[in-house]
């Protein structure tokens, strides 16, 4: 019988991320160091603003590019914090969280076969949306240069195929950032030949050791570039679901189009504690970023202790550590650790199948449970460890 599913469809692999928790659901007295969620709730001056939405009646549709407000504090808070100036008008788009953002960005712009680079590791959802667009994803292997893109790394995979190029940072799942020097070498490469930038940057608000630079603000950026940014992780608003896209007017306006016609827009209560958030909400931002950098220093020290080899994030809440002197791969490393010790993290290879000598551990959750985790882990090695000898 013919399949009545799409023969792309068919093929796409299912999160690495979704299908190893799947294994969690349900199991007791898990200690998960694996979605990327922060432990914290939404500030209450935001949460709210939601709520004193719903009491007023604002329970309508708004514009298909975003509530008029929301778009216009972003505007303002773009230009104050990074001195790039988005018009609220034709260059700004709410959508649904980054991931609609990236998903719209890309249907937008590509043509069948369009190739799209993406370095790696990166987000799972980068290289099923290529292709689902229509495009081709040319993967980028950065594991040589620590997990950072360079300018000849770049150069090595351009060809006249190459319509854009999705950049993350901080990354997720390494925590690696860019300083402005080194995005001024990228961005003179990417500029020269033409490349769309999708500069996912969701993570900036949470940059430990250098200010975060907008790839938009660079000299020369700005028109061939798609900045990508929402309230999920730096706010921790993952379940209000709001992100935006800021780009030139023909993107943003290619992008709106489809919008319209899929989600139609997002919604007002989220939208609302969004442009909140914006108001009053960053001295949150300031104190939850001072607790993240305290469980980065935790946690790396703690790996490095018991001879998991990581180098310290610059950015976000992610460790990508080097499993290597356990003799196990990633998947197998993590499933064993879920069952003996219910800990959870994510298999290396869920961000690219070249690391398999690799895993993600959060530490979004809370310092006591990362503290329990890494006493697990320990005893987990040790034990793995008397099984190599025996």
């Known amino acids: 019988m013919k399949s009545k599913v799409s023969k792309l469809v068919q093929q796409l692999k299912p999160s690495?991320?979704?299908?190893?928790?799947?294994?969690?659901?349900?199991?007791?007295?898990?200690?998960?160091?694996?979605?990327?969620?922060?432990?914290?709730?939404?500030?209450?001056?935001?949460?709210?603003?939601?709520?004193?939405?719903?009491?007023?009646?604002?329970?309508?549709?708004?514009?298909?590019?975003?509530?008029?407000?929301?778009r216009l504090s972003l505007s303002r808070f773009i230009k104050q914090h990074y001195g790039v100036e988005y018009c609220p008008d034709e260059e700004i788009l709410i959508t649904v969280g980054v991931s609609e953002a990236i998903d719209l960005g890309l249907r937008a712009v590509l043509e069948p076969q369009d190739k799209v680079l993406i370095p790696i590791p990166a987000f799972v959802s980068y290289g099923p949306v290529t292709e689902l667009a229509g495009g081709i994803p040319v993967y980028?292997?950065?594991?040589?240069?620590?997990?950072?893109?360079?300018?000849?790394?770049?150069?090595?995979?351009?060809?006249?195929?190459?319509?854009?190029?999705?950049?993350?940072?901080?990354?997720?799942?390494?925590?690696?950032?860019?300083?402005?020097?080194?995005?001024?070498?990228?961005?003179?490469?990417?500029?020269?030949?033409?490349?769309?930038?999708?500069?996912?940057?969701?993570?900036?608000?949470?940059?430990y050791d250098f200010k975060h630079t907008c790839f938009s603000s660079l000299a020369h950026a700005k028109p061939l570039t798609v900045y990508l940014n929402g309230f999920s992780k730096s706010f921790a608003m993952t379940g209000w679901r709001v992100g935006y896209a800021c780009g030139p007017k023909d993107i943003i306006a290619a992008m709106t189009k489809i919008h319209q016609y899929t989600i139609m827009c997002v919604s007002i209560t989220s939208q609302m504690a969004a442009a909140e958030a914006l108001a009053v909400g960053y001295p949150s931002v300031e104190e939850m970023k001072k607790e993240y950098n305290r469980r980065r220093q935790f946690v790396c020290a703690g790996l490095n202790r018991m001879g998991i080899k990581v180098q310290l994030p610059q950015g976000a809440f992610y460790v990508f550590a080097d499993i290597s002197l356990t003799g196990m791969k990633s998947l197998d490393f993590a499933q064993l650790l879920l069952k003996e010790e219910k800990v959870a993290v994510v298999p290396g290879t869920a961000f690219g199948e070249n690391f398999n000598d690799y895993i993600r551990i959060s530490y979004a959750s809370g310092f006591e449970q990362i503290k329990e985790a890494l006493i697990r882990m320990e005893r987990f090695l040790a034990r793995n460890k008397r099984r190599r000898k025996g």
């Open 16 to 70: 690495g991320i979704r299908a190893f928790f799947d294994l969690v659901l349900g199991m007791k007295d898990v200690v998960s160091l694996g979605v990327g969620e922060p432990d914290f709730v939404t500030p209450w001056q935001i949460r709210e603003a939601g709520i004193y939405s719903l009491e007023q009646g604002f329970t309508s549709y708004t514009s298909n590019k975003g509530l008029y407000k929301l």
């Open 140 to 207: 980028i292997d950065t594991k040589k240069d620590g997990f950072k893109l360079t300018p000849k790394n770049l150069s090595r995979h351009i060809d006249k195929k190459v319509k854009a190029i999705i950049l993350n940072y901080p990354n997720n799942p390494t925590g690696v950032s860019y300083t402005r020097k080194e995005l001024e070498a990228l961005k003179k490469i990417i500029v020269s030949h033409g490349i769309i930038c999708f500069s996912d940057e969701v993570y900036g608000d949470l940059t």
